[in-house]
């Protein structure tokens, strides 16, 4: 059975840094598009990041873009979300999110991912 499970969510203050962990279960040895996704209070979810599990494809919303890193380590099969200078406009659940096969152009739609975790809550105060 496969699913996801988020970790590493915390308070810091504007300019701090957080990272992120999601733990693969039944993923192992499969190529898969993994991402983060983020829903901020009163708002709609959003993309933050993805990556192809086989090969070094990394996508970024603009808005992180320089800021944070996504990555995956096969060894552990764990998706990770490193997350530098913090803004309050960080603040939100953070989810990750997985899928069998390629990421491509679409990496984003949340549609296609049949896999998600639980959220970890990120909240950066000023």
């Known amino acids: 059975q496969r699913?996801?499970?988020e970790s590493g969510g915390d308070s810091v203050q504007t300019g701090g840094s957080l990272r992120l962990s999601c733990q693969a279960?039944?993923?192992f040895g499969k190529s898969a598009c993994m991402a983060w996704f983020r829903r901020a209070p009163g708002k709609a979810?959003?993309?933050v990041a993805g990556i192809y599990t086989t090969g070094s494809d990394t996508y970024y919303d603009d808005s992180v873009k320089g800021r944070f890193t996504i990555s995956h380590?096969?060894?552990n099969d764990?998706?990770?979300l490193q997350m530098e200078t913090?803004?309050?406009g960080d603040t939100a659940v953070y989810y990750c999110a997985g899928?069998?096969?390629v990421c491509g152009r679409g990496w984003f739609l949340e549609e296609t991912f049949p896999y998600w975790g639980q959220?970890?809550?990120v909240t950066v105060s000023s």
């Open 3 to 5: 699913r996801l499970v």
């Open 25 to 27: 279960f039944g993923f």
């Open 45 to 47: 979810r959003e993309r």
């Open 73 to 75: 380590s096969a060894f």
């Open 78 to 80: 764990t998706l990770y």
């Open 86 to 88: 913090l803004e309050p």
């Open 99 to 101: 899928r069998l096969g």
């Open 119 to 121: 959220g970890t809550q």
